[in-house]
Antibody, heavy 119, light 108 residues
Framework: QVQLVQSGDEVKKPGASVKVSCKAS????????ISWVRQAPGQGLEWMGW????????NYAQKLQGRVTMTTDTSTSTAYMELRSLRSDDTAVYYC????????????WGRGTLVTVSS | EIVLTQSPGTLSLSPGERATLSCRAS???????LAWYQQKPGQAPRLLIY???SRATGIPDRFSGSGSGTDFTLTISRLEPEDFAVYYC?????????FGQGTKVEIK
C-alpha cells in the first residue's frame, strides 16, 4: 500500500525543537520529492518547504528560513522536518506530502502530526 | 508571492445540488499549475484536481475544474453526502507554493 507514515504527536515547550518523521511505504522515496505543509488549529494550509529526496536540495518558505531543516535518510525511506526555537504559534498539524517534481501538485499526504507548543 | 482568494467562504447547499467554488489569484498562475484539494475534519487533504482541470486518480466525474490565468473554478455537479467538506485551491507553479483560505461546503 502506497502511503506516508508520520511519527506521533509531540508536546514541546517554547524555545525547544521538534523533529517529525515521514516514512515512505509502497514506493521508492527517491522517486518523488517531499513537501511539508502545516495547519494551525481551525486555520488553512501553509507550505513550509520542499526537499528533493534524490539530491537533498531544499527550498524553504522565506518565513521559516533559519528555523527549519528538511532532510532524508534513504536507507530507511524516511524524510524529516526539524523546526527550532518553537513558539506558541507553531502549534499545528504538520503534514508531509509527495510531489513528483519541485513545482508539482501533492498527490499523496501523510495523516499528520500534531505539534503542541505550550509552557 | 501569489495570493489565492477563495469565494464564498461557506456554501450552504443540499445533497443533489450543484456547487460552484471560485479561486482567484493575485497574478497569473503559470501553465495552469493549479490544484484543488478536499479536506474532511480530522483528515489530511486529498488531491481532487491538478493542472486546473485534470481529475486525480479515483476522483468521481461529478468533480470538474476549469479556468486559467487568474480565475479558476471547482464544480461539483451533484453533491453527495460525502462531499460536504472544506476545499482548498493551491498554486504550485511558483515559490512559495500557496493555498487559498478554503471554502466550506456545508449541508443546508
Amino acid at each position: 500500500q502506497v502511503q506516508l507514515v508520520q511519527s506521533g504527536d509531540e508536546v514541546k515547550k517554547p524555545g525547544a525543537s521538534v523533529k517529525v518523521s515521514c516514512k515512505a511505504s509502497g514506493y521508492t522515496l527517491t522517486s518523488y520529492g517531499i513537501s511539508w505543509v502545516r495547519q494551525a488549529p481551525g486555520q488553512g494550509l501553509e507550505w513550509m518547504g520542499w526537499i528533493s529526496t534524490y539530491s537533498g536540495y531544499t527550498n524553504y518558505a522565506q518565513k521559516l528560513q533559519g528555523r527549519v531543516t528538511m532532510t532524508t535518510d534513504t536507507s530507511t525511506s524516511t524524510a524529516y522536518m526539524e523546526l527550532r526555537s518553537l513558539r506558541s504559534d507553531d502549534t499545528a498539524v504538520y503534514y508531509c506530502a509527495r510531489s513528483q517534481w519541485e513545482y508539482w501538485y501533492f498527490d499523496l499526504w501523510g495523516r499528520g502530526t500534531l505539534v503542541t507548543v505550550s509552557s | 508571492e501569489i495570493v489565492l482568494t477563495q469565494s464564498p467562504g461557506t456554501l450552504s447547499l443540499s445533497p443533489g445540488e450543484r456547487a460552484t467554488l471560485s479561486c482567484r489569484a493575485s497574478q497569473s498562475v503559470s501553465s495552469r499549475n493549479l490544484a484543488w484539494y478536499q479536506q474532511k475534519p480530522g483528515q489530511a487533504p486529498r488531491l481532487l484536481i491538478y493542472g486546473a482541470s485534470s481529475r486525480a486518480t479515483g476522483i468521481p466525474d461529478r468533480f470538474s475544474g476549469s479556468g486559467s490565468g487568474t480565475d479558476f473554478t471547482l464544480t461539483i455537479s451533484r453533491l453527495e453526502p460525502e462531499d460536504f467538506a472544506v476545499y482548498y485551491c493551491q498554486q504550485y507553479g511558483s515559490s512559495p507554493r500557496t493555498f487559498g483560505q478554503g471554502t466550506k461546503v456545508e449541508i443546508k
